[in-house]
């Protein structure tokens, strides 16, 4: 393939076009590999390379989004590669950066979550079954995309898995908690989704006012979901007014 | 003191060179369509190439301005034109007090940049003016332009003196090299995706022998295409991970998306190709119904090409040193 390059530690960087260029770290939801594309975005985002625009990390790559600055270290997809190549190999494998904790409030249920009945028994689960699964700890934030502050949250307990429905809806309720494939997402605003909705949080996900950002939830993050009720979902969305 | 909006055309949004560092929080590039044009309208007006202008789509606005300003207009040809006076495109324009500003007949292109000497006067949101309509972000309350708006100047320009400026401006020579000009090509360069040999050899051959047409529900978020169907060999399961400006897309549908300004972030589409940056602003200027065709290039002469524009802008630049200079001299100051 044109612009691949490997180095002994199976470092894969590829070119995106031209001014894109993209490491990949394995082919599978994972969370050393999660864990592998935010320590090396960091470490990028820290470096400060000449020419370099934008980090953004995903599952298992971190894309590199970069502009020619016609000057003495104009970043070309060959020199860029090199001094990325330089930079990861001094990250140790298994760092892992310091994450936040953070509670996510959800009413599950109910108007808030239309598809729990429907979860349990596809997973031969009882709703509170569900409830119980989603609420356990080891949740992490992959990545965010989608829609501004939208995050991607996983991996959920093996039981608890469904696949994305079969006709997406046109408009979901901001603040719907909504899972497929052991994942969970949650949608900051109106928009269209086909995965299932288990409940909502009244927090607001995204917010251009927020310091010091204006995403809830940032990659990295772990992730408790905490069982409310709805007087307490009313009692949090006011406050959040 | 400020500019009217009498008539808002049909979309017209405040643009600069996108929002950028916080894609890894979702939050969508935006910025103008054609960055060439933009870059361009701000240099012939005295600005740096990073402030917002207006980007206006197929059928313009009418706007007064109720002072003096100097402006100038570069991309698509939608007859520009004061009172009844045409109004050339890529030339700085002195107007006095009260002008107005309006559009005609689209001669050529999708999208012309209007930019003014001291730029508009916009709130920055999370370091960029660009309007994002979708999350009613940026530019001018985060949506397109309507009747009755009336969008401040960041700079005052002296009433006096307006038409020897008007001559001094007109007096500089300003020379664009092809590379910085409105391209005159038929084919848009592509560069191989990571999924290139996925696809099928008839689909391979496909994407760069035959023709696609703009599907009508193509925008800035992205083009669709319509021609033959591209699929991959094997169907298979992406992970999501980061787009590009210019990633040409594939659903399992087989009509490919060119991802455009206001790109999601993230995707977990196969990808083709992508569009070479320096051919961007070409596809920018297309319509729907528009037919294109798609050119591979090597990685390398892409980033030659690329590189080229980059230094050409960075040339015209010092060159209008002296026009930054002229209109520094008629900046009203405060008393």
């Not at chain 2, 890529?90 to 309006?102: D, H, Q, T």
Request: charged share 20%.
């Amino acid at each position: 393939m044109p612009g691949m390059q490997k180095d002994a530690q199976q470092l894969v960087i590829e070119d995106q076009g031209d001014r894109t260029l993209i490491i990949r770290f394995g082919d599978q939801i994972d969370p050393e590999i999660g864990q592998r594309c935010l320590s090396v975005a960091e470490a990028l985002r820290q470096a400060d390379l000449p020419g370099v625009i934008d980090i953004v990390p995903s599952y298992t790559a971190v894309a590199i989004q970069y502009r020619p600055t016609g000057l003495a270290d104009n970043p070309t997809f060959a020199s860029l590669s090199e001094s990325i190549r330089r930079l990861v190999q001094q990250i140790p494998a298994n760092s892992v950066m310091a994450a936040r904790e953070v509670e996510i409030p959800v009413c599950y249920g109910g108007a808030h979550g239309p598809d729990l009945e429907e979860v349990a028994r596809h997973c031969g689960l009882t709703p509170q079954q569900v409830i119980d699964l989603h609420t356990a700890p080891g949740n992490m934030v992959y990545m965010l995309g989608f829609a501004p502050g939208h995050p991607y949250i996983g991996l959920l307990d093996a039981r608890l898995s469904v696949p994305r429905r079969d006709v997406p809806r046109t408009a979901v309720a901001p603040g719907s908690v909504a899972t497929a494939n052991r994942q969970t997402s949650i949608y900051p605003n109106v928009l269209p989704g086909g995965w299932s909705i288990l409940g909502a949080t009244p927090l607001k996900l995204f917010d251009v006012n927020r310091q010091p950002s204006p995403a809830l939830l940032q990659p990295g993050d772990r992730v408790r979901f905490v069982a409310i009720t709805e007087t307490e979902f009313d009692r949090l969305r006011e406050a959040q007014a | 003191m400020s500019v009217h909006v009498i008539k808002p055309g049909m979309l017209t949004t405040f643009q600069d060179l996108g929002r950028i560092g916080y894609q890894h929080l979702g939050v969508p590039v935006a910025g103008a369509m054609d960055a060439r044009a933009h870059r361009l309208a701000n240099l012939l007006a005295g600005n740096s190439e990073d402030m917002a202008t207006m980007e206006i789509t197929m059928s313009g606005p009418t706007l007064r301005f109720d002072q003096p300003a100097c402006i100038a207009i570069c991309g698509a040809d939608l007859s520009p034109h004061v009172r009844n006076k045409p109004i050339p495109l890529n030339r700085p324009i002195v107007l006095k007090a009260g002008s107005e500003l309006s559009f005609g007949e689209r001669r050529y292109g999708a999208r012309c940049y209007l930019a003014v000497f001291g730029g508009f006067a916009l709130a920055s949101v999370l370091g960029s003016a660009s309007t994002y309509v979708r999350s009613g972000m940026g530019g001018w309350h985060g949506r397109a332009l309507r009747k009755g708006d009336q969008i401040g100047l960041n700079i005052n320009m002296m009433s006096s003196g307006l038409t020897a400026l008007s001559r001094k401006l007109w007096d500089i020579e300003v020379y664009l090299p092809a590379s910085l000009s409105s391209s005159p090509r038929q084919t848009v360069r592509i560069i191989k995706g990571a999924q290139w040999k996925e696809f099928s050899p008839e689909s391979c051959a496909a994407m760069i022998t035959q023709p696609f047409r703009i599907s009508p529900d193509s925008e800035r978020m992205g083009y669709r295409l319509q021609g033959p169907a591209i699929t991959l060999s094997e169907p298979r399961q992406m992970i999501s991970e980061a787009t590009s400006f210019g990633t040409i897309q594939v659903p399992s549908g087989g009509q490919p998306i060119v991802l455009m300004a206001d790109r999601q972030t993230t995707g977990g589409y196969p990808k083709i190709a992508h569009v070479a940056a320096v051919d961007l602003p070409l596809l920018a200027q297309m319509l729907p119904g528009d037919t294109v065709r798609f050119e591979p290039i090597s990685l390398d002469h892409a980033q030659e090409l690329d590189v080229k524009r980059e230094l050409a802008f960075h040339a015209l630049a010092g060159h209008l040193s002296a026009l930054r200079q002229i209109l520094a001299s008629h900046i009203k100051r405060a008393a």
